[in-house]
């Protein structure tokens, strides 16, 4: 019987895909377990490598996505993909470069899913690189007048990183964003109806099957949380945060850019906070015609 399937997006980080495998392979109770990696197309072919590693380890699906499909597409395929398989209890979507440390881990999504039968359920993933404590993000998402302020001000800095006008101060205050990071507000406490950070989220069966993926509407990256709170507190699906259940979070890198290479970086974050937040605006907006329609 598999009672826990984890699904993991890999691109081109391998040592962080096999830490993170190795760690849930540590876990007591991982014989109900299975480990599923969706490769999203990664230029360094990491994906063959990893799918040679384990071809013989009946624990572990490599899938070799062949395009790119960003974070909420590549995720919902590799769902599926365990639920035609494995139709496990839980979906436990972890990053790759998430390691859970505690072996009682499973032990405590079941003890929780029996406490509270939760639809959506978020740990505490703490990053020792910046030495944070990352969720929930916030109590509750964004509106449309922030979400538009925000799609804004990231078409002005696209604008000014595009004609070259201060694109390294655009730049420094991104740098700056990503320096200074602060723990979540009362991460120490359970909390339900917040706002979860999607580096590892736990979906039961149940949620699963009634929407049919994790993250819907999707985006290539970025507001799948925001996207996901919504429906949740839409259809009374029960989202929950706990400190009990802990991991952690292994982004960030120490090693210092040039300009040019941070400089794609912001373009990347810019473009896709764009996109990402278009599709949750609308979102909000179609879920307001629909209650007045």
Request: glycine content about 4%.
């Amino acid at each position: 019987m598999v009672k826990y399937c984890f699904v993991i997006l890999h691109y081109q980080g391998i040592e962080d895909t096999r830490k993170c495998i190795e760690s849930i392979k540590k876990l007591d109770e991982c014989e109900e377990c299975r480990v599923v990696v969706i490769d999203n197309n990664s230029p360094n072919k990491s994906g063959d490598v990893l799918r040679s590693e384990y071809e013989s380890d009946e624990q572990v699906d490599i899938i070799l996505n062949p395009t790119n499909d960003g974070f909420s597409r590549a995720n919902n395929k590799a769902c599926e993909y365990a639920h035609r398989k494995y139709s496990p209890n839980f979906y436990i979507v972890i990053n790759n470069d998430i390691v859970i440390q505690d072996k009682q881990f499973l032990h405590k999504v079941d003890a929780e899913y029996s406490k509270s039968n939760f639809d959506v359920l978020g740990p505490d993933i703490y990053n020792p690189i910046q030495k944070v404590h990352q969720s929930p993000l916030r109590k509750k998402a964004p509106g449309v007048a922030e979400i538009t302020k925000t799609i804004l001000m990231n078409r002005v800095l696209l604008f000014m990183l595009r004609n070259n006008i201060s694109g390294k101060i655009v730049c420094k205050y991104f740098k700056k964003l990503e320096d200074v990071q602060k723990d979540s507000e009362s991460y120490e406490k359970r909390q339900d109806s917040v706002c979860l950070m999607g580096a590892a989220m736990i979906f039961s069966s149940q949620f699963y099957e009634e929407k049919g993926a994790v993250f819907s509407p999707e985006t290539d990256f970025y507001y799948e949380e925001f996207i996901l709170y919504r429906y949740c507190i839409r259809k009374s699906a029960n989202i929950i945060y706990t400190p009990d259940i802990y991991v952690e979070h292994n982004s960030g890198s120490a090693t210092q850019k040039t300009y040019s290479q941070y400089r794609d970086r912001c373009k990347f974050i810019i473009k896709n906070t764009i996109k990402g937040a278009g599709i949750y605006r609308k979102y909000i907006l179609d879920i307001g015609k629909n209650k007045n329609g």
